[in-house]
């Protein structure tokens, strides 16, 4: 079948040949890598390699530390709070979506710790269905860092510019967009993504975060701590072995199938813009975010009728095109197009929606 999954999402084939090669024995050592010490050699060569693949696909400058952790992007929504509040103990949250709401949410559940008020809302697009970006909004005042969520992979929109912060440290979820083109790591204090979208599976959670805010606090819990995790180079307790193995083979797969992150970003582009062109001209169908504020990753669109889209989710689903539903909150359908999705099948899901489109108007 062909996956459409928001996340976990379609890995590739490359890696999954490799990972049944190596199933049993890797590299010749005798063991799986499910079976391995997380102090072992082995291991110890994976999780290098892995990060220094990342580093070099993304180009982060050395003063930024990368640390392999788990939780999801969910247990970010606490820890950079408890470690990046400053004098202010306050964050100020761009509300795009479910994610960013869950992020604000969890914020504010600090106030009790603090005794005041953690979190403000810089701006929102709420009123409108998340469907696009909010721009030219005022930084608050009093706040340690401002929050966003890069691209919002339930209502498909993603930031083209990031928001000029004023100097104010600037700290972002990438779960569903990072990898998919080249960032400039230098403009974040913190960048964040769950593995199990564009990175590999599930269970494995990337912090990027400049260094110098790496603060030791007693106070903060261990496994809550930058510091603790920073300075055990991410095993102070046992990190998710095979999940960051999976994630070296993903970083292999895309220096081998397409050298850099701008190559790769290209023919992302291109998928988008295949799927988009006909969402634009269809009778039938049409894409729900904003046009300039359209994501790479996730495209949701609707009929209009939620019959007919259930019809067509049906319909796909007879054709081998699976997980197209759009996310239970909003309805209609949504394509996530992840890295791992080849051109030719964006094609294929575009001839589908023509012969349903046909169809329909019979
Ligand atoms: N942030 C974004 C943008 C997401 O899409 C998701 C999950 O899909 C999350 C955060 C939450 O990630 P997790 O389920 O790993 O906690």
């Not at 290098?48 to 982060?60: A, V």
């Not at 949250?93 to 403000?120: D, M, Q």
């Not at 994501?295 to 989710?313: C, H, Q, R």
């Not at 796909?316 to 759009?326: L, P, T």
Request: glycine share 8%; charged share 25%.
């Amino acid at each position: 079948v062909l996956n459409f999954s928001a996340g976990p999402s379609q890995l590739p084939e490359y890696v999954l040949e490799k990972i049944k090669d190596q199933m049993m024995d890797y590299e010749k050592c005798g063991q799986s890598v499910m079976e391995m010490s997380h102090r072992s050699q082995e291991f110890k060569g994976i999780i290098e390699k892995t990060e220094k693949r990342l580093r070099k696909l993304m180009n982060i400058p050395d003063n930024y530390k990368v640390l392999f952790l788990q939780g999801g992007g969910s247990l970010q929504f606490t820890m950079i709070p408890v470690n990046l509040f400053g004098e202010n103990k306050k964050a100020a949250v761009v509300n795009t979506g479910a994610w960013s709401k869950k992020a604000a949410a969890e914020l504010k559940r600090l106030e009790w710790i603090y005794g005041h008020e953690t979190c403000v809302i810089a701006a929102s697009s709420e009123e409108d269905n998340f469907s696009y970006i909010p721009k030219d909004f005022d930084i608050p005042e009093g706040i340690d860092y401002l929050y966003i969520c890069e691209n919002n992979t339930i209502y498909g929109t993603k930031y083209k510019k990031l928001p000029d912060t004023k100097g104010v440290k600037l700290v972002a979820d990438l779960s569903s967009c990072i990898l998919s083109e080249p960032v400039n790591v230098s403009d974040y204090a913190l960048i964040f993504a769950g593995a199990q979208k564009n990175m590999g599976i599930a269970g494995l959670t990337v912090v990027i975060i400049r260094e110098d805010l790496i603060k030791k606090d007693d106070r903060i819990p261990a496994m809550l701590s930058y510091y603790v995790h920073a300075d055990k180079e991410s095993m102070y307790n046992t990190p998710p072995t095979f999940s960051i193995y999976v994630m070296g083979l993903v970083l292999e797969w895309i220096e081998k199938e397409f050298g850099t992150l701008e190559k790769l970003g290209e023919i992302n582009r291109k998928k988008a813009d295949l799927l988009y062109d006909y969402l634009d001209n269809s009778k039938v169908f049409k894409g729900t975010a904003a046009k300039e504020d359209r994501s790479l990753m996730n495209v949701p669109f609707v009929t209009g009728d939620k019959n007919l889209d259930a019809e067509f989710i049906d319909f796909a689903k007879k054709k081998g095109f699976v997980n197209i539903k759009g996310h239970r909150s909003v309805g209609g359908m949504r394509a996530s197009i992840y890295n791992a999705m080849p051109y030719e099948a964006v094609e294929k899901l575009v001839e589908c929606m023509k012969e349903f489109e046909k169809g329909v108007l019979g």
